[in-house]
């Protein structure tokens, strides 16, 4: 699958055009409304949401999955220049009941700094908006490096509870975590996959750049408000919340570390600490201990006795 981002433009691994919005292009709708519906349907029709670990989906897969394997994009000038300001390159599309989206996101962290976050499952309650708890209920890990997680999620949305299974699959060697509905599992959702992507930054060292990709078909019953949040301001929060966990750990690591991984209690001559002051004092304090072994040679051969010449020799 190959993805081309041009400026209001998006082309599917068809090559065919995709219309999309832009971040900027949310739905309008009075959310203080949409409450009061949401109040009337609870209180009238007292719903009851339907996701159960006892019974299987009502299908086994609609949205065409990811396959692991690395996106490719291009970035313009133009939204280069947006990433470099801190903010996310976002697409969105909408058909009916069905959203796709996808997210450029740089941050001021390592790629593997960056994965630890995005597959910290448990503490997802504390850092991703709307999460209130993930129980992973599956582990498997492959000769290859590859593991596979199944975990039920939690979420509140605009005063509307949400549960869904998902199936998530972390490919080190792609650098891509993605994941579809657990089939085997009812979800609130008629259908949801996704997509996470790390590479390094094509500028600047030590920064990551993240690309999220996601697909999501809901019931008819689920309220149009909820569906626009999804596929618009849900999108940009995605990696929102990555960027700023992950830059706040990257900062603890650099506090911790000195040049080349070193502690930072670790100081040489001189209290210097990184680049190429390291280096000179590195190579200063060589230069001197080299000086000082000779000189304590010197005088430990003078103090031989004289028929220790043999031995001066071989020194």
Aim: charged content about 20%; proline content about 4%.
């Amino acid at each position: 699958m190959s993805l081309h981002f041009r400026p209001l433009q998006l082309f599917n691994e068809e090559g065919k055009q995709i219309q999309c919005k832009t971040d900027k292009h949310y739905s309008t709708m009075n959310y203080t409304s949409a409450h009061m519906f949401l109040l009337i349907l609870v209180l009238v029709f007292g719903y009851v949401f339907s996701a159960s670990r006892s019974k299987p989906h009502g299908h086994q897969g609609i949205l065409e999955p990811y396959d692991g394997k690395p996106l490719s994009m291009k970035i313009t000038a133009e939204q280069s220049k947006k990433l470099d300001k801190g903010e996310a390159v976002v697409y969105n599309e909408r058909n009916g009941k069905s959203g796709r989206g996808f997210v450029v996101q740089d941050i001021n962290a390592t790629e593997s700094v960056c994965m630890s976050k995005i597959r910290d499952l448990l503490n997802y309650n504390k850092m991703v908006p709307h999460v209130k708890s993930v129980d992973i209920y599956h582990t498997e890990k492959f000769f290859n490096g590859t593991s596979k997680q199944g975990a039920e999620f939690k979420i509140g949305l605009m005063g509307m509870n949400f549960g869904y299974f998902l199936l998530l699959t972390h490919e080190p060697k792609y650098k891509t975590l993605t994941w579809t509905l657990d089939y085997s599992k009812s979800s609130d959702f008629d259908d949801n996959c996704g997509h996470w992507q790390l590479l390094p930054h094509p500028k600047k060292t030590g920064w990551t750049r993240v690309l999220y990709s996601t697909k999501i078909k809901l019931f008819n019953w689920i309220p149009e408000f909820i569906i626009n949040f999804l596929t618009g301001k849900a999108l940009t929060e995605s990696t929102a919340w990555v960027k700023k966990y992950a830059e706040e750990e990257q900062c603890k690591i650099s506090a911790t570390q000195g040049p080349l991984g070193t502690p930072s209690w670790f100081k040489f001559k001189g209290g210097q600490t990184s680049g190429d002051g390291v280096m000179k004092s590195f190579s200063s304090q060589l230069k001197g201990f080299e000086y000082s072994f000779q000189t304590q040679k010197q005088t430990f051969l003078s103090s031989l006795p004289k028929f220790s010449c043999f031995m001066k020799g071989a020194l």
